[in-house]
């Protein structure tokens, strides 16, 4: 089974960039068959897409974020990472990691794959 955590500062003031880690345990990120994504839920809204690295490296962001959102992996040690900058209190939410099946070449998929357990990240000052 394919098991994600988020890591990082629960507070960040506005201004400054959020940054978090997810760490992918029981399956690869580089060769798996998946979108390796952030998601996040502000208070009371839905879920929103935010971003994801391919297996092969390749990015890709949701246009309303794209130009403050960067999404980088560090292979070695199975982890990608999210860098949110210029955050408002807007971007207050519980932040998740996910893998989203897709349809590539050269990959592998997993019989069983589970979210992260969501992490609160709040902007105040």
């Known amino acids: 089974q394919v098991q994600l955590q988020e890591s990082g500062p629960g507070l960040v003031k506005p201004s400054q960039t959020l940054s978090l880690t997810c760490t992918v345990s029981?399956?690869?990120?580089?060769?798996?068959?998946?979108?390796w994504s952030w998601i996040r839920q502000p208070p009371g809204k839905g879920l929103e897409w935010m971003g994801a690295?391919?297996?092969?490296?390749?990015?890709s962001y949701s246009p309303s974020l794209k130009s403050r959102t960067s999404i980088s992996r560090d292979a070695s040690k199975n982890q990608f990472s999210l860098q949110l900058s210029s955050v408002t209190p807007e971007d207050t939410a519980v932040y998740y990691c996910?893998?989203?099946?897709?349809?590539?070449?050269?990959?592998?998929?997993?019989?069983?794959?589970?979210w992260g357990q969501g992490t609160q990240v709040t902007v105040s000052s």
């Open positions: 996910a893998p989203i099946a897709t349809v590539q070449d050269m990959c592998v998929l997993y019989e069983n794959t589970y």
């Open positions: 029981g399956g690869s990120i580089t060769t798996g068959c998946y979108a």
């Open positions: 690295i391919a297996y092969d490296g390749v990015t």
